[in-house]
């Protein structure tokens, strides 16, 4: 091939822009939606659609299109796995048209004014708040199968929700999972890193090899790939906290990186940095 033709057919295959998202069936009825933003998962059958998260509202009729590509009939239920605006950035406009399901804690967060460090985000308009919530778990029936709802305390937040997909044998996970990259712990929202191990061993107790895992960032998984993270999780963690018993600063501590089997986790949101600040952070306050 032409090295010239080469590259036109590289560059025709790349997304247009970094709007573009692109769909991937998972298993039984359920697909993925992937690009910007957190992990879409939505059941498509003879109920209709039932959705979990909506990235951001920019991207609400490109989403629609897509739901419109896999199946007849309408939104019927969408949930959110956590309060995060790549998460629920859509709540504003698929609200108007389906009820939203997520934790109590989400429902609290979207009403009120949230500060983050210094960032300020003002309360979401109404149509984007929650109108079902709930405290630890709740089911809903459709399309053939238990949509079993679970909540995992101080996670990735303090609302974060487990989504298992009992028929089609998949869970999306949210931000709890950041598959192959170092996970965002957002602690000044409630998270913490033992509630995010917790919450992937919650998976594991649940899954068998057949399992497929939608994280909240990353390809869809399996409970291997979980497994990985967990060990990530671990491993990084005793060695942070064997250098701060050993008298290590946090700049120390980051000057030695995470070891070499993590070397391209912090490519991603997180950096190898900000992954071993948020340890030593979890682990001396
Ligand atoms: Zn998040």
């Known amino acids: 091939m032409p090295r010239s033709l080469f590259f036109a ?44 998260d909506d990235k951001f509202a920019p991207l609400a009729d490109q989403i629609r299109a897509l739901l419109q590509d896999l199946g007849e009939g309408d939104l019927e239920f969408l949930l959110n796995t956590h309060f995060h605006g790549d998460h629920t950035g859509g709540n504003a406009e698929f609200g108007a048209e389906t009820p939203i399901i997520a934790h109590h804690n989400v429902r609290a967060r979207l009403t009120t004014e949230q500060q983050r460090g210094d960032r300020i985000t003002p309360p979401a308009p109404p149509a984007a ?26 996670a990735h937040t303090d609302g974060d929700a487990l989504i298992f997909f009992t028929g089609s044998n998949v869970i999306h996970m949210g931000d709890t999972f950041f598959n192959q990259r170092f996970p965002f712990v957002d602690m000044d ?18 899954a068998n090899p057949e399992t497929r895992i939608i994280p909240g960032h990353g390809p869809v998984a399996s409970p291997s790939d979980l497994e990985t993270y967990l060990r990530m999780i671990e491993e990084t963690r005793a060695a942070v906290a064997s250098g701060i018993d ?11 990186g995470a070891g070499d089997e993590w070397a391209t986790w912090g490519d991603g949101f997180i950096s190898t940095d900000r992954w071993i600040a948020t340890l030593h952070r979890d682990l001396t306050e």
């Open 9 to 52: 057919l590289l560059l025709a295959a790349a997304p247009v822009s970094s709007q573009d998202l692109t769909v991937s069936h998972v298993a039984g009825s359920i697909h993925m939606i992937n690009g910007q933003g957190g992990n879409i998962g939505v059941s498509v059958g003879a109920d209709g659609f039932l959705m979990v």
């Open 129 to 154: 708040w929650p109108v079902i919530t709930f405290a630890e778990a709740l089911s809903i029936h459709f399309n053939g199968e238990e949509v079993r709802v679970l909540h995992v305390p101080h």
């Open 189 to 206: 929202s409630g998270g913490a890193v033992d509630g995010v191990l917790a919450a992937g061993r919650a998976v594991l107790a649940q």
């Open 246 to 256: 050993a008298g290590h600063s946090l700049e120390e501590l980051q000057a030695a």
